[in-house]
């Protein structure tokens, strides 16, 4: 007889552990206040669990680790390159694959090549490096996420997917020669972690073959993206990941990927593409910037930790844990009425801190506030993904707000236990009882752009 057991164990047990410190509350709040209340700043060794970001903060496999003592250091023609460049070529189709040291490197030199002042990049959502990359070029960044992925309140099981109408009529409307390319951000970070479909994706590119415009992917979540089609759409329940991650691939011109997420690497990431002449100035861009194109700024052990991890990460019973751990965490906070992006998302469980705060203006940052809060009370870091990191100066003076007030826990890869997530929900819970005594900030320093990371605040009076 066999048993069909409800819990889902990480399915990897623990070779070399990290201590972290633990501190006191008045330790955290001098630690904050030290570093003007933005949560970039505070040292490490003063954070207890880490959510800023699943970005590079992931555990690498023994098999990721011993791929690290084959890494061959050539300046040309690596071995480690050949074996990176042929998981990548198994999994994604393209024929050309150009390394770089981490994603936005990627976006630098696809923007760079191809966009010009005046044009407009559709995404579902851009995420902040791909923003200031469009922009930075002088082009507009467009965001055409669908009606349902702009309120965290509303379930799709899709909430990432394109809006196809809005998006046939911006390329209508302003001219298929001012659309370097079409992207979709697979799952959608900016959005709360949400994936897409594959007929969404299809229906992308039927309009972007309808208008020939080049489509990209920012592939960095691909795997997760994958396991969602899997479970959500018809047609996927018995298809392995991977072959829906080539599927997912099949649709697209390109892509712009990160490693530091589903590559399960510290760092790495790499622009594909198929065309040729554009491969070529890429290639030429990378030598200039980031390094030969066959190490393109990393070491050759990066490119094995990323060959080897690109191997792991679409796994059934990792991309099962994985998804699993994220809802089992918004399933604690969500039962204890906290307010959440819904439904979880990927990598990550978003709080609603607009609604959590409605007593905080936006020009106050209530996302900021609760994830200060979070910090002082559990040791949580957090990121704010709202007025600070998307708000925008008017010309007037004043600011535009962001449509969403979020705090993002994301979680790092196969790196916390399930009892730090109780943890993390007991933090979050026991904040959001103190909802109301909660202030705002104000901001002391910005930066013109990617303000986020560096902004100095003082509690608003
Ligand atoms: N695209 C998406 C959707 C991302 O989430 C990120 C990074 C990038 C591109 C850029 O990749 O960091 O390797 O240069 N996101 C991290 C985060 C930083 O915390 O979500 P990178």
Redesign the pocket.
Known sequence: MSFEFKTIIEPFRIKSVEPVRLTTEEERRQAVSAAHYNLFALHSRDVLIDL?????TGAMSSAQWSGIMRGDESYAGSESFIRFEEVVKELTGFRHVIPTH??????RILCGEVVRSGDTVPNNNH????RANVEHGGAEALDLVIEEGRSPEVVHPFKGNMDIEKLEGVIRERGRERIPFVMT?V????GGGQPVSMANLRLVREVCDRHQVPFFL?A??FAENAWFIKLREEGYAEVHPRDIAREMFSLADGA?F????DGLSN???FLAMNEDDLAARCRNNLILTEGFPTYGGLAGYDLEAIAVGLTEVTDEDYLRYRVRSVEYLWEKIDSAGVPTLRPPGG??VYIDAKALLPHIAQSQYPAHSLAVALYVTGGIRS?EIGSVMFGKELPGGGEEPAPMELV?L?IPRRVYTQSHIDYVSEVVTAVAGQARSLTGYRITEQAPTLRHFTTKFEPAA
């Open positions: 800023l970001t699943d970005s590079g981490q994603g936005r490197a990627a976006e995420f902040d490096t791909t951000t799952t959608n970070n900016a920012d960095c979540r712009t990160s490693a530091k997420k760092i790495g990431g990598h990550a990121v993002r994301a």
